[in-house]
């Protein structure tokens, strides 16, 4: 929160003025931070040294995307391709799409992302990922948590861990159309569950309307009260604060109930201020439109999108959209547009968006998925996991744009120069929200742990 | 052992860490205790009910929590076990003390495993066969299996959102089935343990997730009906309902404030009736009654409950 005490320096005061439009919504808000402040895990903390991203827009696609046909140019693949591979006995194929170069730093991108192409100068592509998983559960683990091995606490909830939140109207870490099977992804393991990931309904969600409660959007549990007027409740939580308070004199020393109380507040308004900021009607038709929401494709990714930047607007630190179904092992030629059309216009129109509300100067935006695909095809039309070399980029938040970092082979096959572990991946992102991830440890049975365990290097040549 | 079952007993474990024993750990506040507790254990024959009885007889389980000044600041964190710590009850026991209240608990023990009823399918949103949820329980909301059609009814009339092992059955909490990744919501929002690692010890947070749930989960709101129902029958005049409904939630009376602020609660609601969804073809009666299980939500909802002094 921004709330000026004497221990303030002027660096402090200076990064906090400077921080725009995102901070001006708070404003109001300060006069509640003092109370919070005190015993509040959420409230916001000093990061380890100036952040250069203060949130982060995580844009997780599902299954797997396939770099070489996408965001990593192989020329060498197309001359090559009919050939047997080496690395798995099929035969390599061509990516059936066209790559140009665009924008004045020329990246090369495929035709399959026309918009997103157009911000390629605010891209930075890291062609060099490679993780340790094969497969996409452990893989979408590794991604999340850094460890496919253990149950471990999430990027998400280590960044909120770490930086506490700025809206204490809203959970600091949101989870937009969680996938199945997921709770790890957005979990705290042994960090306390304060720092979960709050996950928000699943908009394409079948089924009768009724479990879905109020209209057809996304949803939280418990969000509003099925019987009683908001005016109703209000009487019964000033009872029921009423009870907590003379409990609180009767007894002097009871330092959980003073978290109880403020639980009840936090909550209250969260029912108020949640689903106005979830309500996306008063939004301008050219903002819809920006982000492709008119009925048709591209719409379901649209809504989430647009309400992610709400999100970030609002204070939120941490939101993450997953879009599912990237694993292309058959009909790659006729799916894998499909996907990418799905999300290329709402992609182009959230980064549009955050960068005329001033919001992309630090707000970070990240998109990959849990590997990439192979050059080979097995099966034809379609290409098979790889875990070896991909690609992932970032947006805003003090990352360069118009870069390419790291490369896989001729082929797209395997990471080989500049290799970015997901480790490394994890580090440099905790790194742009001024973390230093080596100190961002949480003592657990009898030691301290990291999102990075022992290992990730900061890829200082990404950051502005 | 001895340690975790202290730590269950007394709130705090005699070693601070109980998973870490090792050098890097506290170490024990009363390693005497420790052995006597450890060489006694063996000694019943690694009786765990024995060694249950043998900390609940003892004079320290027995201690008040009441808080003295001169006591904490000799002691702040009550290292010594001078006096009871307060603590807030396990997600299990505050499910099962609202069954308790409101009289629904049933202690039998259900018959074979209630995810069993389901066949061999994944349970979770986007198994093939789902459990028909509300929305809420973000692991296993979805399209309703093809079988057990009444209890699916049941569920999906229930407005709010919740699991359908919450809303359908009101056996104790530890039969309640833990699918990885669908948890039930009562145990979920206060801080059940991650049921794939080793947790030695639970958080006890406050979140808003549990005040939401508190105030507006579906289980809840029937369990404060239930109550409701129960001390309307049970009996006669306000006066005796509030005190009753305080005997029965918290197992001690009223406080005189509590009984203003009780009365104070019962007049405003009296003073809106035209309150809420639905409200506007609602009887006095009915409404009187929406008005009395508010209140006993209210009883469930306040820290009192939650806490064990």
Known sequence: MTQFHPGLSRRELLQTASAGFGYLAFAGLTSQA?????????????????????????????????????????????????????????????????????????????????????????????????????????????????????????????????????????????????????????????????????????????????????????????????????????????????????????????????????????????????????????????????????????????????????????????????????????????????????????????????????????????????????????????????????????????????????????????????????????????HLLGLDHTRLTYRYAGRDFRLTDVYGNVVQEIIT | MVNRIWQHLMGEAIVREPENFGASGPGPTHAELLDYLAVRFVESGWSVKSMIREIATSRVYRLSSKFDQDRFEKDPDNLYFARANPRRMDAEAIRDSMLAASGQLDTKRPKGSMISRFGSTLIGPNGPAMLPMATGTPGMEGRRPPMAGGMMAAARNRQGGESIFDSTVYYRSVYLPVARNALPRSLEVFDFAEPSMVIGQRESSNTPAQALYMMNNAFVIEQSDALGRRILKEAETTADRIDLAFRLVYNRPPTAEEIKASNQFFRSADTTPAVGKGASGRSEKEHKFVALSEFCQALFASAEFRYLN
């Not at chain 1, 003092?34 to 916001?44: F, G, I, Q, V």
């Not at chain 1, 099977?181 to 699943?202: D, M």
């Not at chain 1, 005016?231 to 330092?255: C, G, M, T, V």
């Open chain 1, 34 to 430: 003092a109370e919070a402040e005190s015993n509040n895990p959420l409230s916001p903390k000093q990061p380890h040294f100036a952040p250069k991203a203060k949130r982060v827009i995580f844009l997780c696609m599902q299954g797997g995307p396939s770099h070489v046909d996408t965001f990593d140019y192989k020329p060498q693949l197309t001359k090559d391709a009919g050939k047997g591979s080496k690395y798995g006995g099929s035969r390599l194929m061509a990516s059936p799409w066209e790559f140009r170069q665009h924008g004045k730093s020329g990246l090369w991108i495929s035709d399959l992302f026309p918009e997103v192409a157009k911000h390629a100068d605010e891209l930075c592509l890291i062609r060099s990922m490679h993780c340790d998983q094969p497969t996409h559960p452990r893989a979408m683990t590794q991604m999340h948590t850094g460890s496919a091995q253990f149950v471990r606490p999430s990027l998400g909830a280590w960044t909120l861990y770490g930086l506490g939140t700025e809206n204490d109207s809203m959970p600091g870490f949101v989870a937009l159309n969680p996938p199945a099977a997921s709770a790890q992804n957005f979990g705290t393991a042994f960090l306390p569950a304060i720092y979960q990931g709050t996950k928000v309904g699943r908009t394409q969600q079948r089924g009768p309307a009724v479990y879905r409660g109020n209209g057809s959007g996304p949803t939280l549990p418990d969000i509003n009260n099925p019987r009683i007027s908001a005016s109703a409740q209000r009487k019964q939580l000033d009872f029921i604060q009423k009870l907590n308070q003379q409990k609180l004199e009767r007894e002097e020393h009871q330092p959980g109930v003073d978290g109880v109380i403020e639980s009840y507040e936090l909550a209250f308004r969260m029912q108020d201020v949640l689903p106005e900021l979830m309500d996306i009607s008063e939004e301008s038709e050219k903002t819809l439109g920006l982000y492709g929401i008119d009925g048709g494709d591209t719409d379901a990714f649209g809504r989430q999108c647009l309400m992610a930047r709400r999100f970030v607007e609002a204070g939120v630190r941490f939101v993450e959209i997953t879009h599912g179904n990237w694993d292309h092992h058959f009909r790659l030629k006729t799916d894998l547009p499909e996907r990418c059309n799905e999300v290329d216009t709402p992609i182009a129109g959230l980064l549009t968006d955050l960068a005329q509300r001033g919001l992309l100067k630090d707000t970070l935006v990240i998109w990959g998925g849990e590997f990439g695909r192979t050059p080979d095809a097995p099966n034809g039309d379609g290409r098979d996991h790889n875990h070896k070399g991909y690609t992932t980029w970032m947006a805003g938040g003090g990352v360069k744009g118009g870069v390419s970092y790291g490369a896989t082979d001729d082929h797209g096959a395997v990471a080989v120069e500049n290799k970015c572990h997901i480790h490394d991946w994890h580090a440099t992102i905790l």
